[in-house]
Antibody
Framework: EVQLVESGGGLVQPGGSLRLSCAAS????????MHWVRQTPGKGLVWVSR????????NYAGSVKGRFTISRDNARNTLFLQMNSLRAEDTAVYYC???????????WGQGALVTVSS | EIVLTQSPATLSLSPGERAALSCRASRSVSSFLAWYQQKPGQAPRLLIYDASNRASGIPARFSGSGSGTDFTLTISSLEPEDFAVYYC?????????FGQGTKLEIK
């Protein structure tokens, strides 16, 4: 059974940093593209970032480019999202997502809440 | 980026009725369009990928159609558990984008 478990969310002040992790199991992690998607009540669902299975390709939404970094450790079956220079508008539930079809989210984690507030 | 516009924003129907949800893209996404269902407090669930392919475990009452810029998700006969929010999403071009959602509510 595919499992994606996010951790690392919490409350952070504007300008601060946070690192999300996603522990994956139940599939061959090193063969799959991995993604982060966030959701807010106001802006809906936004596909934040993606990383290829071999780490050669990473992409970011314009709203986070230059501030967020996606990475992965294929030996530890873990996906990361380093978030720097956080803003109030980054407040959201962040989901770890994957699937056999690249770019179609067949599997989602339970989500990690990130709140950016002073 | 490609903008996806869903209509209607809210659809009020009764169990047993047929539902048709629309998604229109600002430019062609070929067939690279997916549909998701989301219930309160849950992550989205993939229903349809590449316009018309049902994801694993999805009941046959869910079907998708369309290509290019116009797409439809059809639920042939609504069950009580189908009342939720539905999103379309394109993977034709980065950044991938979602529509704003259609809320399917019980009439």
């Amino acid at each position: 059974e595919v499992q994606l478990v996010e951790s690392g969310g919490g409350l952070v002040q504007p300008g601060g940093s946070l690192r999300l992790s996603c522990a994956a199991s139940g599939f061959t992690f090193s063969s799959y593209w991995m993604h982060w998607v966030r959701q807010t009540p106001g802006k809906g669902l936004v596909w934040v970032s993606r990383i290829s299975s071999d780490v050669s390709t990473t992409n970011y939404a314009g709203s986070v480019k230059g501030r967020f970094t996606i990475s992965r450790d294929n030996a530890r079956n873990t996906l990361f999202l380093q978030m720097n220079s956080l803003r109030a508008e980054d407040t959201a539930v962040y989901y770890c997502v994957t699937g056999s079809i690249v770019g179609a989210g067949g599997y989602w984690g339970q989500g990690a809440l990130v709140t950016v507030s002073s | 980026e490609i903008v996806l516009t869903q209509s209607p924003a809210t659809l009020s129907l009764s169990p047993g009725e047929r539902a048709a949800l629309s998604c229109r893209a600002s430019r062609s996404v070929s067939s690279f369009l997916a549909w998701y269902q989301q219930k309160p407090g849950q992550a989205p669930r993939l229903l349809i990928y590449d316009a018309s392919n049902r994801a694993s475990g999805i009941p046959a009452r869910f079907s998708g159609s369309g290509s290019g810029t116009d797409f439809t998700l059809t639920i042939s006969s609504l069950e009580p558990e189908d009342f939720a929010v539905y999103y379309c999403q394109q993977r034709s071009d980065w950044p991938y984008t979602f529509g704003q959602g259609t809320k399917l509510e019980i009439k």
